[in-house]
């Protein structure tokens, strides 16, 4: 189940602790850390950078001269053909957040912008400006309904853009069961649906910056005068250009995919899935270059010890939660074949590519569920690293897993630990993905191996520990007794 947390819950958590403490210091004052919760709720839909309600991707790394360019509100026949042929003269692509209503009237137009290279996103079905005040049943229903329109076209939008920029707070779980994420924009130049475009160009390089999501929109002027708006949008690139600004499609400024081709499996609306999907490509500068570095290399650390007695010789290895191989291209160096299981195709893709460079012939890739997940076989070691914290049911996993280790095998895992400072990465895990991460005591773990049949059960903690905590990480080395029978295939 999804795990929506938010920085308007620990707002309102913050506001609810300081009522009760001024209860007891001046009542008549209790009531203002409430009202200032309240004023907040009702102001941060209408700034379109604030992820208040859900995260909200509304710029790139500020540090490179890129940006990226996008148009809401089409697709128009007065505007969006000739929009499309001054992209294509200019080497650009753009990301159009395109209404379903509009979809469906100028399927060309979606067809000529798919075609061109570009990329499209969930604009809703009407692009009502009051959306976000309406009932929560009518905000799935028109994300949902423009959501299959497009799928229709053989594409799956992944970015989702609200009328105006305003949120609400229902819009997050619209999103997750959609398959979607909030993309809003940092520079735009108040064109009101190009009710006011005099001078548009002019108004949107006085304020651009490295990073930027530029908004503007692909339908008719005001006044009709499409001419002068292509010239506007024209004035645009080549100032850009002069600026030593490059302009990129949106994914590249994100670092998460915007649009993908349909897809038919049950994988494509896991939220899961969706967010590794996204994740993929800047998936490994994530794990070493950012904060969540630490935690991963103490993991390497780890599990390039348990080289020699873990995995030197052995025969098959089932890595669960391989990712873009990280670990699984050492393993394949010391066994004879390693699957590699995860929920992400694009993660493995990359892992299959890394094996393609590097020579290795031995990895076999499966794009599931690694929990619900067919199991075929016995291997002579089963591992994770850092993904069993996504499954639910963890005692019946052990249980189901032993069955396909062999006599004398082993099952390997390095896994969060229950800690406070754990804690404090679960929230932040579900206020970016939406998902709580489940955390272990080792005493759990031990209670759940033991139950499954597991012996020999060695537990560690590693990573900050410290005298108020016992470590981040858990690393678990469990043997399957050598006079276990292995019910293959159960």
């Keep these: 189940m999804p795990c929506l947390l938010t920085p308007a819950h620990l707002v309102a958590l913050g506001a609810y602790q300081f009522f009760i403490l001024l209860l007891f210091i001046n009542i008549n004052f209790a009531p203002i850390p409430l009202l200032i919760f309240v004023l907040t709720c009702c102001a941060a839909p209408f700034f379109p950078r604030i992820s208040f309600f859900l995260p909200i991707i509304s710029c790139g790394n500020r540090t490179v001269k890129r940006v990226s360019i996008t148009f809401d509100d089409g697709p128009d026949p007065k505007v969006t053909p000739l929009l499309l042929e001054l992209l294509a003269q200019q080497g650009i692509t753009a990301t159009f957040f395109v209404t379903g209503m509009r979809a469906e009237q100028y399927p060309e137009i979606i067809k000529a912008i798919i075609t061109g290279g570009h990329t499209i996103g969930n604009h809703t079905y009407n692009h009502s400006p009051i959306l976000m005040l309406k009932s929560p049943g009518i905000l799935h229903s028109e994300i949902a309904t423009a959501q299959n329109t497009l799928l229709k076209f053989g594409i799956k939008p992944l970015a989702f853009r609200p009328p105006v920029g ?127 570095s630490l935690s991963r290399s103490t993991e390497l650390r780890l599990f390039s010890a348990q080289i020699p007695a873990i995995f030197a010789g052995v025969s098959r290895v089932l890595e669960l939660g391989a990712g873009t191989g990280i670990f699984t291209l050492e393993i394949a160096r010391n066994c004879t074949e390693v699957i590699a299981a995860d929920i992400s195709g694009n993660m493995l893709k990359l892992l299959e590519k890394k094996a393609g460079d590097a020579g290795i012939a031995n990895i076999r890739t499966v794009n599931e569920n690694v929990e619900t997940m067919d199991i075929n076989g016995t291997f002579t070691v089963i591992c994770a690293f850092s993904a069993l914290e996504y499954l639910s049911d963890l005692p019946a996993f052990f249980t189901r897993v032993a069955r396909h280790i062999e006599p004398g095998g082993t099952l390997y895992f390095i896994t969060a630990r229950s800690s406070l400072f754990r804690f404090i990465t679960q929230i932040g895990n579900a206020m970016r993905q939406g998902l709580w991460l489940k955390a272990h005591s080792h005493r759990e773990i031990e209670a759940m191996l033991t139950a499954a049949g597991f012996e020999r059960i060695a537990i560690s903690s590693h990573l900050l520990k410290s005298c108020v905590s016992g470590g981040m990480l858990l690393e678990v080395v469990a043997r399957r007794p050598v006079a276990a029978v292995v019910s293959e295939g159960k």
């Design 166 to 292: 305003i949120t609400n707070p229902d819009l997050w779980r619209a999103l997750i069961e959609n398959g979607m994420f909030c993309v809003n924009f940092s520079c735009r130049a108040r064109d009101f649906g190009n009710r006011r475009v005099k001078n548009l160009a002019g108004r949107l390089l006085a304020k651009v910056t490295p990073g930027d999501i530029i908004l503007m929109h692909d339908v008719a002027p005001g006044d009709n005068d499409t001419k002068y708006l292509l010239q506007e949008f024209s004035a645009l690139i080549s100032g850009l250009k002069d600026k030593g600004l490059e302009i990129v499609p949106l994914s590249h400024l994100i670092g998460r995919e915007v649009m993908q081709t349909t897809i038919s499996d049950d994988l494509k609306t896991d939220p899961v899935a969706l967010f590794y999907n996204g994740l993929a490509e800047k998936y490994d500068q994530e794990q070493f270059n950012t904060k969540v």
